[in-house]
């Protein structure tokens, strides 16, 4: 909800996603101005910048707009001196004389709350209590009273005669600042019930009473609120508190507590927005990517979250302007020294131990130095501006973005002083490098090699963990770097390091580019090495893998072609390599057959030198070629040898060779050999985690999710490809990021209930990625499209999707070994969209078989996936054309279940016996039956999809459930009376 657009509205802050709290508001508004019925308050709780303000400032507009009188008040932390009442005083400060003539309660309550006109007069009030008095006359209802009366209850009224001493006592005193607070004369109680009373003759529309940051309350208004909630007046009135818990004093938080317990206070607490609100209302137009960084920082509060949005995209802008003024406000109050130690903890990180703050805060050694900071940190902390962490130990500033928006307003000179103190500070209490180098690349203006070879250590140590930062790191040392031949060696070595960590962190492109300029500045000529050349292959190596993950295929083949045939050549090591990389290009451009024949002297050369991870590596790119090509038997070997070679290795040794152990998990799928499969990606994943893979890391999520929802475990599975999903984003690449949303999308089939649309968009959404990409990755892609499709409602789409992705109508594209299958597929004739065989009672023609020169690959090995699903189908088929009819059902060419299939064994109803082999359900049947299909573009789909287990109904969080415990089981309706049909194997 935004009402920045309402008349008049135009400068407020947009209102967004309160709806819910405004209807509660809005319904406690009703109640009170029908009688009194409901709770006479309302104390609104949250985090600073959370939007209480504003929601009470859309309240107060709602409530005007139904014809309440609405007074706003606030309770300033820098009130006069000596002024009771003050909150409610600000509140009928806007009480023009008209108002105060149309209602006489208004009028009385204002002279009752607002300060004498001058602070060493006598007070009539206290004399005579109110100008009822002073007229001769009965004024609104109140009658005269004396300022002293014989009721104890009007002697010792509020929460300070409770605690055990008169009001305004040192026994209820709190620390100035917070509510409760000041050194204040005391007020006679029985001016509390003239204003109660005053309260109680509100206008016949009702009264609003809305005083905002509470916390900084007066005594006097703090004893009035206590009063009210105590006595609730019967009279359309609602007293609206907003305040901060943190920031609350003992006497306002113990009398607002026992309101919320007697009823009379109906709590009301903001919490974060979540990541659509603040991006569609509250900054709209940002980035995505920056959208979702932002709103992880200011972790859903919408003040925050508008002043690094501003911070961000307002680089050029005066420092602490706009939103960002509204959250640094709070430190203009502060003193030198508090200051200071804000100041020092924005620049450590907004975290630090406390004897390094104070070392970071104060310029020299000082005799009083640990208790001026321990007085500067005391007042913080009662500020609420720094908060404390184990056990004192750790302090930090109360929100994320507070160190990142007070930097900004820094000089640049007392920034860099700082980041100097912090990195002195550091080295002297011998803090690892790493946590040194953020305050050294900040301080750093000229060469200096003992602080570059800091950075760069530190880039090393941090690369697997924070590649972005590393790659920051090794540019401010780069930019340091003079530009000397004596230099040029490690300016290369540098680049070559920072051009991985930045395809590590995502920014593949820019990776790409800058390592382009390295090979060019290591042509072979007058003063190149050996070293050089080593350094010019290594970065062919990394710029064709960067290549091949933006799907330019030819740019990365002419890469290694070139390097391949260079005079001299490589060493043998890193020509293995470069072997394998070139067949990793031509596999994923579906080109395998060009590289098969260099393989095998490859890999003798590799197993001649005893090179095992050469030799693992070209095992599993023969391997997964292999079975991409449909011999099965073949890839079955390699990939054994490969295993026994892989399962030796360490996890250290392994993480250089971690797309290894990606060919080697997805072969083991393809063989079907799941349990394997399982293990070696699951090892990969921890692996990568560890050792920042993160190309490796999206793919082996991708495989582990894959056999998961094969082997029947949906729940983990959508989790593992919403991780990988994640990840592919942040990598950059197409077709990566295009397949794994299919895959995906494949999962939401079996995880969603019949008929959601969610999965089908999610595969658009994957196809659209991919665009033009004719790769493997690519093509399989929009062959998922083809499956998300349901045949029955648009057949012909589903041929066209199949006949698109195959690039003609005997689909030379596809994938060899899932040829026969998709092809048989995108032959299928399914019924028209709302007919139903069964119902019909009309025989269903089957599909003809396609002929061998129909279907070229129909000549696939026998061991081949596809070749097994294709004869499966077929082999089905024929024996359904055989069988005779059984009560009165006809044979169906295609499954009635609405996807194209290979395999698909049927399954009786729900509450129908299952009387042997025949065609599975359709039309109203069927849409009962919660089932999925398999992909006509994978050999592997019918065994896992039908054993697949389904989504429990909705409210189904019993402990035994996969939602309540975390994994998945299968899910049959109640009351069938038989078991799922075993399905065949593949």
Known sequence: MDTSTEPGGADRAPFVGRARELDFLEGLLRLRAGGPGGPPAVGVTGEPGIGKTRLLTEFALRARRRGATVLCGRAAGDAPHGTPFHAFADAVADLDPGDRAASPALAVLAELVEPPPAPGAADPDVLHEGPAHRGGMRHGGLMDAPAVMADPDVLHDGPAHRGGMRYGGPADAPAPGTAGAGDVRAVPPARVRRIAAALAQVPARGLVLVLDDFHHADPASVTLVDHLLRHPPRAPLLLVLAHRERQTGPTLASALARATDAGSLAPLALGPLPADDCAEGLVPGLPPGLAREIHATALGNPLYHRALAHARTHPGEAPGTGPVAMVLDELAPLGASERAVVEALAVLGGRAAAGLLAAVATSAPQTDGAAGADRALSELTRRDLVRSEDEGRVLVLRHPALPELVRDTLDPWRRRELHRRAADALARAGAPVTERAPHLVRTATTWDPAVAAALVEAAERIGAADPACAAHWLGAVLALLPDTPEHLPTRRELTLRRAEALGSAGRVAESRDLLHHLIDSCRPGPGGGTDTAELRTSAVLLCAFMERHLGRYPEADALLRGELERTPGPRPGLRTRLVVEWGCRALFAARYPEVRPVLAPTLAEARRRRDDTGAAEVLTLAALGEAYEGDIASSRVHAAEAAALTDAF?????????????????????????????????????????????????????????????????????????????????????????????????????????????????????????????????????????????????????????????????????????????????????????????????????????????????????????????????????????????????????????????????????????????????????????????????????TGADRCPRRPPPGDDSPSSPRASGRSRPWWPKGSPTRPWPTASV
Do not use: K
């Open 650 to 942: 360490t996890d250290g040794r392994l993480a250089d060779h971690a797309e290894s152990l990606v060919r080697l998990a997805w072969t083991e799928v393809f063989l079907e050999e799941y349990g394997t499969a399982e293990r070696h990606a699951t090892r990969g994943i921890a692996m990568a985690r560890r050792a920042g893979r993160p190309f490796a890391l999206s793919q082996l999520l991708l495989c582990s999710a894959y056999v998961h929802l094969v082997t029947g475990r949906v729940g983990t599975a959508l989790d593992q490809a919403e991780e990988s999903l994640a990840v592919a984003r942040t990598l950059g690449g197409a077709e990566l990021l295009g397949f794994s949303g299919a895959i995906r999308a494949v999962v939401l089939l079996h995880a969603r209930p019949p008929g959601d649309s969610e999965a089908l968009a999610a595969a658009e959404e994957a196809a659209a990625t991919v665009g033009t990409a004719d790769g493997w990755w690519a093509t399989q892609t929009r062959c998922l499209l083809g499956y998300a499709v349901p045949i029955g409602a648009d057949p012909h789409r589903v041929r066209e999707v199949l006949v698109r992705a195959g690039g003609d109508p005997d689909l030379s594209r596809i994938q060899p070994s899932l040829r026969p299958g998709t092809s048989n597929s995108s032959r299928a004739r399914p019924s028209p969209p709302g007919t139903s065989r069964r119902a019909s009672g009309s025989p269903a023609s089957p599909s003809p078989r396609p002929s061998r020169s129909a279907c070229p690959s129909s000549s696939a090995p026998r061991g081949a996936p596809g070749a097994r699903s294709s004869r499966a189908g077929a082999n089905r088929r024929q024996r359904q054309r055989r069988s005779p009819r059984r009560r009165g059902t006809a044979p169906a060419a295609e499954p009635s279940c609405g996807r194209p299939t290979v395999c698909c064994s049927p399954r009786p109803a729900p509450g129908r016996r299952a009387t042997g082999p025949g065609p599975p359900p359709s039309g109203a049947e069927a849409a009962g039956w919660p089932r999925r299909a398999a992909p006509a573009c994978s050999s592997n789909w019918p």
